[in-house]
């Protein structure tokens, strides 16, 4: 809620079509979700829940979801993988 439903009302404001997805739905739903996204804003705090591969070419990524790892001693991201090689 701090960062989804003001970034969902923002760009609704602007016009845009929001699809907001929580962090329980099915990992086939949130492929196709990703697919299809212009604009992705991932804030689920739950890191690699989302894969690169399913990002469209071009599409803009606002990665606010981060999590500390005690494992690796880092921050790490919602998406795994290289998000540039589509952003």
């Not at 697919?35 to 989302?50: E, F, K, R, S, W």
């Not at 803009?60 to 790490?76: A, K, M, Q, R, W």
Request: hydrophobic residues 40%; aromatic residues 4%.
């Amino acid at each position: 809620p701090i960062v989804g439903s003001p970034v969902a009302y923002m760009l609704r404001r602007e016009g845009a079509a929001v699809s907001v997805v929580h962090r329980d739905v099915e990992d086939d739903i949130l492929k196709e979700l990703v697919g299809q996204a212009d604009i992705l804003v991932t804030c689920a705090g739950n890191p690699g829940c989302i894969d690169a591969e399913w990002l469209k070419e071009g599409v803009e990524v606002i990665n606010v979801g981060t999590t500390f790892s005690e494992d690796f001693d880092c921050l790490v991201s919602d998406v795994k993988g290289d998000i540039g090689s589509k952003a």
